[in-house]
T-cell receptor
Framework: AQSVAQPEDQVNVAEGNPLTVKCTYS??????LFWYVQYPNRGLQFLLK??????LVKGSYGFEAEFNKSQTSFHLKKPSALVSDSALYFC?????????????FGGGTRLMVKP | DGGITQSPKYLFRKEGQNVTLSCEQN?????MYWYRQDPGQGLRLIYY???????QKGDIAEGYSVSREKKESFPLTVTSAQKNPTAFYLC??????????????FGPGTRLTVL
């Protein structure tokens, strides 16, 4: 079975400060990991994914995420937050040992960036 | 959201009625998915289709039905058997369903409210 936990329902950060949105996962094998962002009443937009190779993955809008196998984490980061980054962020995982393309999503973390 | 359209954006249904949500993609993707989003619960998979004329149940298929008669279309019917249908419904697609590295891309969603 595969699962994802996003331990924080909401993260508050001031504009210009670095931000981190946490994600931990559980899989039986090795993971593929994804981050998506959702703005109000919109679909999910793909930000980045980890498949293999470099543990630091760079994605859209200046976001990056670091894969840490020993801590089973894939935290989303950005060096300097913008008010426009305020949205709902979802982490998702797929176990390489599972056939097919089924994703398991975390419950989401709401990011609030204040001016 | 580009390439995947969902209609209508808002849908109201009386109890006991079936309703059909539309999902169309022009990305030439083989695989399509339906998710349900409830507050604080992330996304849950309802049905998915790997190829035309084939579909599989996801984690919460009870009370829903789908068809895949054309590659670009994957409509979802919410039947009267679905006990709590009020939710935000998201359609997604990926190049394939069998290649685990494929990214899923999402439509803008349909918000269904049962009156």
């Amino acid at each position: 079975a595969q699962s994802v936990a996003q331990p924080e329902d909401q993260v508050n950060v001031a504009e210009g400060n670095p931000l981190t949105v946490k994600c931990t996962y559980s899989v039986s094998g090795n993971p593929y990991l994804f981050w998506y962002v959702q703005y109000p009443n919109r679909g999910l937009q793909f930000l980045l994914k980890y498949i293999t190779g470099d543990n630091l993955v760079k994605g859209s809008y200046g976001f990056e995420a670091e894969f840490n196998k020993s801590q089973t984490s894939f935290h989303l980061k950005k060096p300097s937050a913008l008010v426009s980054d305020s949205a709902l962020y979802f982490c998702a995982v797929r176990d390489r040992n599972n056939a097919g393309n089924m994703l398991t999503f975390g419950g989401g973390t709401r990011l609030m960036v204040k001016p | 959201d580009g390439g995947i359209t969902q209609s209508p954006k808002y849908l109201f249904r009386k109890e006991g009625q079936n309703v059909t949500l539309s999902c169309e993609q022009n990305l030439n993707h083989d695989a399509m998915y339906w998710y349900r989003q409830d507050p604080g619960q992330g996304l849950r998979l309802i049905y998915y289709s790997q190829i035309v004329n084939d579909f599989q149940k996801g984690d919460i298929a009870e009370g829903y039905s789908v068809s895949r008669e054309k590659k670009e279309s994957f409509p979802l019917t919410v039947t009267s058997a679905q006990k709590n249908p009020t939710a935000f419904y998201l359609c997604a697609s990926s190049i394939t369903a069998s290649r685990e590295t494929d990214t899923q891309y999402f439509g803008p969603g349909t918000r269904l409210t049962v009156l």
